[in-house]
């Protein structure tokens, strides 16, 4: 259920654009133990804050690890030009042209080096790359109009801080970056000042205090229900992780419907699963998974355990992506508040920021014509 880690210059642009954190411009484990893989990853259901995005931000790069450049190589193994004259979008009385895209493409395409990029990979880019450039201009123009400002000690500051992260990122020294890429120190400060101000002005406006989040906790209690369950599993992965055969899948669904009979005519559950069930790890707990939410399991598994009452198995076996299951609802019960308080209190800021985005895109009648 993971996904590759994104190398650093893709997570800093192209994060800030997607689904639940971020607005298209079409306007409209555990730490003491380790969880079963069957849980979803939940560091934080909407990921990094548009404020993270923007207060990172660097000019088309990342502050990652150096991955190997070629030195005294002219372009990259990947490179594509850009129509300098083209205005690519437009936010209110802004365009931003090929000219604009090609500073923020280029340092991109050299830190990825020797890697020849596939098409799917340049347009992927090529989209994060717009939409971070919409997204920041239509914040910054909000932010000067609720008179957000900076110092200049505070972006001459940042600006030191970025130039040390891109001479050790792309191993060239400032000089050499802004030549490289055709760009000037005014240029490069303008842009981190206009992130400064889109950061503060989110910042400022999306604040949730204790009592708003207590208040839509106490608002949105079934949002915080839970149960426990335990589940038998016949994988269908060998030990190496490989995907069995299709016959081998029909035997092991056979063997999970068996097992399912046996513990609905009353066999101990706990018993099943430690001698019976592929989950090494839950299965010595008697396939115990612990509390989850909704959101939390796969799709198939959670609709089969919530569907139960305390203590009843789920009278079929459940397919997964993983093999087959036996469930059994074993508890429930609502969080407590000061066990989800921090991390509502940061979804609900993320939801401020959303529609401070939302409002910012149309407010400014952003269009983007790639």
């Known amino acids: 259920m993971s996904q590759d880690k994104p190398n650093k210059e893709n997570e800093i642009i192209d994060n800030v654009e997607t689904t639940e954190e971020t607005v298209d411009h079409s306007h409209k484990e555990d730490s003491g133990e380790k969880k079963s893989k069957l849980k979803k990853y939940i560091g934080g259901k909407r990921g990094k804050t548009i404020v993270s995005m923007l207060i990172v931000a660097i000019i088309g790069m990342g502050a990652g690890i150096y991955i190997g450049i070629d030195m005294g190589r002219i372009l990259p193994a990947t490179h594509k030009s ?5 205005v690519l979008a437009t936010v209110g009385d802004v365009k931003i042209t090929g000219a604009d895209f090609a500073k923020r493409m280029e340092p991109y395409f050299y830190y990825q080096g020797l890697k020849k990029l596939s098409n799917e990979e340049i347009e992927s880019q090529e989209a994060s790359t717009i939409n971070y450039m919409t997204n920041l201009e239509a914040l910054y123009k ?15 500051s ?13 191993n060239l020294t400032e000089d050499a970056y802004l030549s490289k890429f055709n760009l000037t120190k005014d240029y490069m400060k303008e842009s981190l000042k206009k992130e400064m101000i889109a950061t503060t002005y989110l910042q400022e406006n999306s604040k ?12 949105n209690k079934k949002d915080f229900f839970q149960i426990r369950a335990s589940h038998i599993l016949i994988s269908n992965y060998d030990e190496n992780g490989k995907e ?9 669904k056979e063997v999970a419907e068996k097992l399912l009979k046996r513990a609905l005519n009353g066999e101990d559950f706990d018993d099943l699963a430690l001698e019976y069930s592929n989950d090494s790890y839950n299965a010595s707990k008697g396939g115990d998974l612990g509390y989850f939410s909704k959101g939390q399991m796969d799709e198939n598994f959670e609709e089969a355990a919530f569907s139960l009452k305390t203590n009843e198995i789920y009278p079929k076996v459940v397919e997964t992506n993983y ?10 019960k609502y969080s407590d508040f000061d066990d989800v308080k921090e991390s509502l209190i940061e979804t609900l800021s993320n939801d401020k920021q959303s529609t401070l985005l939302e409002d910012a895109l149309e407010k400014y009648d952003v269009k983007v014509n790639m």
């Open 82 to 86: 850009y129509n300098k004259s083209q």
């Open 142 to 156: 909000a932010g000067k109009e609720a008179k957000i400002t900076v110092t200049d000690a505070e972006v001459e």
């Open 158 to 170: 940042n600006y030191s801080k970025t130039m040390s992260s891109i001479e050790s990122s792309f």
């Open 208 to 219: 949730v205090s204790e009592k708003e989040a207590k208040n839509y906790y106490n608002n």
């Open 244 to 252: 069995l055969s299709d016959d081998k899948k029909k035997e092991n």
């Open 323 to 332: 093999g087959y299951h036996i469930i059994k609802n074993t508890g429930e």
